[in-house]
């Protein structure tokens, strides 16, 4: 089934403690990029790559690190969360253009 | 961002149409998404505009006007399962970068 995977679904952390949230998709998609999504904010794009190595920060990219090695994966990393980090955080990809993104199920993730 | 506006909220009786409004910053706009959002979801696509014009996919329809920033969402026949988060993006970039509305949530009524 195509789809794209995250992990975890749900995450406690504590402040400080670096960690890394999961992405791949098994669609061969140029495109992938990182959301996260706020009450009364909507989706707003943390990071977007368009190939492998190719990365380029989305509108709040702050405080966030991703990575491309590979075409099928694009974790990414909180290296010292803050509670404003709390947040429902999406990864999607895309093989361009007109096709739009297709968006993994979610992670929600609560920094205390 | 892009500044995309669209309704918070908007309320339709079954079988009924509801057109969902959507204004954009037209610098470096590239192509304008419509997204659907069940509670608790993920968005799933619906539709693509670049050129101007309405695109019709059997009950919903999407329209662009790129000279006005303008788009819509039409929804026609309405039914429970509609009832949802319709999310409008703005794509530049080539439409990697996607900009999007806080959303407008459409409840159905019988």
């Known amino acids: 089934e195509a789809q794209v995977t995250q992990n975890p679904r749900y995450l406690i952390t504590v402040t400080g403690k670096k960690l890394t949230v999961t992405c791949s998709q098994n669609?061969?998609?140029?495109?992938m990029s990182w959301y996260r999504q706020d009450p009364g904010l909507g989706l707003r794009q943390i990071y977007y790559s368009m190939n492998v190595e190719v990365t380029d920060k989305g509108d709040v990219p702050e405080g966030y690190k991703v990575s491309r090695k590979e075409k099928r994966n694009f974790p990414l990393i909180l290296e010292s969360p803050s509670p404003n980090q709390t947040s429902l955080y999406f990864c999607?990809?895309?093989?361009?253009?007109?096709?739009?993104?297709?968006f993994g199920s979610g992670t929600r993730l609560t920094v205390v | 961002g892009q500044n995309i506006d669209q309704p918070t909220e908007m309320t339709a009786t079954e079988g009924a149409i509801v057109q969902i409004n959507c204004t954009y910053q037209?610098?470096?706009?590239?192509?304008l998404f419509w997204y659907q959002q069940h509670a608790g979801e993920a968005p799933t696509f619906l539709s693509y505009n670049v050129l101007d014009g309405l695109e019709e996919k059997g009950r919903f329809s999407s329209f662009l006007s790129r000279s006005k920033g303008y788009s819509y969402l039409l929804l026609k026949e309405l039914q429970m399962k509609d009832s949802a988060s319709y999310l409008c993006?703005?794509?530049?970039?080539?439409?990697?970068?996607?900009?999007f509305g806080a959303g407008t949530t459409v409840t159905v009524r019988a």
């Open positions: 669609m061969n998609h140029e495109y």
């Open positions: 999607a990809s895309s093989p361009g253009g007109y096709h739009g993104y297709t």
């Open positions: 993006a703005g794509g530049s970039s080539n439409d990697y970068k996607l900009s």
């Open positions: 037209t610098s470096g706009f590239n192509g």
